[in-house]
């Protein structure tokens, strides 16, 4: 198994670019989540899915979009960058869902680095 | 909104001795899970130990343990014998449902 995979490593965009964070995982995880890490901030959930065509906001949505159309993918969407943005995105899947979001281990992709000029 | 904090934003062991790293949480939840991340300079997020609340006996793994106070809302990790690879940034998470968060995090140096 691959694991949860993240594409690009590293991006750099100008203020007002879209762009689109891939993650996949082929782990058959229900679970699937995007995080970012800021210095000194620790990982905040942006966007969560609890499995295809289910997706619900985290601590930090604003400025993102996610759609989950199959239960391998769950990319990130940004429409409209802002320097605010620039942080490292990490993706990451578990299994388990249901009421009380089940008792599966997550797990984290390699992260991806975005810089907005 | 949860919180969860780690007080010591840096801290340091002598090879081979332990140290213990510290977490606090606040919830009104009694039924959650409380993990310990490591994040080396690969970034790669690593998971260390995980509790489930609902458990009194303490988890370990190998060389990690940690000491989960449910009432006084304290989940501390305990590194034994301390190696150079374990020196990276250790995450304190509390999960609630599908809600996740991380404490800032506590820097690791191991002295050789």
């Known amino acids: 198994n691959a694991g949860v995979t993240q594409t690009p490593k590293f991006q750099v965009l100008k203020t007002g670019q879209s762009m689109t964070l891939q993650c996949a995982q082929d782990m058959n995880h229900e679970y699937m989540s995007w995080y970012r890490q800021d210095p000194g901030m620790g990982l905040r959930l942006i966007h969560y899915s609890v499995g295809a065509g289910i997706t619900d906001q985290g601590e930090v949505p604003n400025g993102y979009n996610v759609s989950r159309s199959t239960t391998e993918d769950f990319p990130l ?3 409209s960058a802002a320097p605010s943005q620039t942080s490292v995105y990490f993706c990451a899947s578990r299994r388990g869902s249901g009421t009380s979001g089940g008792r599966g281990t997550q797990y984290f992709g390699p992260g991806t680095r975005l810089l907005v000029l | 909104a949860q919180t969860v904090t780690q007080s010591q934003p840096e801290m340091s062991v002598q090879e081979a ?5 510290s977490c606090t949480y606040d919830t009104s939840e009694s039924d959650y899970y409380l993990f310990w991340y490591k994040q080396p300079p690969s970034r790669q997020m690593i998971l260390v130990i995980r509790q489930e609340a609902y458990k009194q006996q303490n988890a370990t ?20 014998d301390s190696q150079l690879g ?17 404490g800032t995090g506590t820097s690791l140096t191991v002295i050789p």
């Not at chain 2, 001795?17 to 790293?21: K, M």
């Not at chain 2, 190998?62 to 590194?79: G, H, P």
């Open chain 2, 86 to 102: 374990d020196a990276a940034m250790y995450f304190c998470a509390y999960r609630r449902g599908y809600q996740f968060y991380f």
């Open chain 2, 17 to 21: 001795e332990t140290v213990t790293l």
């Open chain 2, 61 to 80: 793994e190998n060389r990690f343990s940690v000491n989960f106070q449910k009432a006084a809302k304290s989940f501390s990790l305990k590194i034994s």
């Open chain 1, 77 to 79: 969407r940004l429409l």
